[in-house]
T-cell receptor
Framework: DTGVSQNPRHKITKRGQNVTFRCDPI?????LYWYRQTLGQGPEFLTY????????KSRLLSDRFSAERPKGSFSTLEIQRTEQGDSAMYLC?????????????FGPGTRLTVT | GESVGLHLPTLSVQEGDNSIINCAYS??????FIWYKQESGKGPQFIID?????DKRQGQRVTVLLNKTVKHLSLQIAATQPGDSAVYFC?????????????FGKGNQVVVIP
């Protein structure tokens, strides 16, 4: 399967714990995006990488959130000291460079539940 | 599924009928609009897109209409099939400097009745 993959698919954690999610984009896709989606809402942009460089971060990305893409391939999103409001679906998307916005291919997401 | 909520606008349509889903956008500077379909347990899937210099674009069984005057976007699905049951989102390209980040609207759930 050459699509975007995300792990884990589900994560249940207690408030205050740290969690880390992984995204493996489509091979050779230069751009990688993280979005967050809550129930009944559309995905909200969190951050964006071009290769290993993090070029934009949303105001939604508080200082408890950090994302990395160290080798320009897979990416990780870490949430420290989780809060109940962090419960959401975290979606990753990738796209080739120099293409339009419709070329974003989404993964299945990681559903986070903070108890 | 993760995109189904109590307050999600829902369109129930008989199999074989046409569906129309509407979306209002806010950023008059957006130059690219996209419709996504999201099935339960999956990420959004691209359906069709349209540039701001167009007012209509057709795909296979789908048509997107853009009215920039009132900032309105619609998706028409012809001969709706059970596999069309999903949540549909419109999105606009709100990125600067070519980063292509997307701003999504609220979803519309389509339920196809066999």
């Amino acid at each position: 399967d050459t699509g975007v993959s995300q792990n884990p698919r589900h994560k249940i954690t207690k408030r205050g714990q740290n969690v880390t999610f992984r995204c493996d984009p489509i091979s050779e896709h230069n751009r990688l995006y993280w979005y967050r989606q809550t129930l009944g809402q559309g995905p909200e942009f969190l951050t964006y990488f071009q290769n290993e460089a993090q070029l934009e971060k949303s105001r939604l990305l508080s200082d408890r959130f950090s994302a990395e893409r160290p080798k320009g391939s897979f990416s990780t999103l870490e949430i420290q000291r989780t809060e109940q409001g962090d419960s959401a679906m975290y979606l990753c998307a990738s796209s080739p460079m120099l293409t339009g916005p419709h070329e974003q291919y989404f993964g299945p997401g990681t559903r986070l539940t903070v108890t | 599924g993760e995109s189904v909520g109590l307050h999600l606008p829902t369109l129930s349509v008989q199999e074989g009928d046409n569906s129309i889903i509407n979306c209002a956008y806010s950023n008059s500077a957006s130059d690219y609009f996209i419709w996504y379909k999201q099935e339960s347990g999956k990420g959004p899937q691209f359906i069709i897109d349209i540039r701001s210099n167009m007012d209509k674009r057709q795909g296979q069984r789908v048509t997107v209409l853009l009215n920039k005057t009132v900032k309105h976007l619609s998706l028409q699905i012809a001969a709706t099939q059970p596999g069309d049951s999903a949540v549909y989102f419109c999105a606009e390209n709100s990125g600067r400097d070519g980063n292509n980040r997307l701003a999504f609207g609220k979803g519309n759930q389509v339920v196809v009745i066999p």
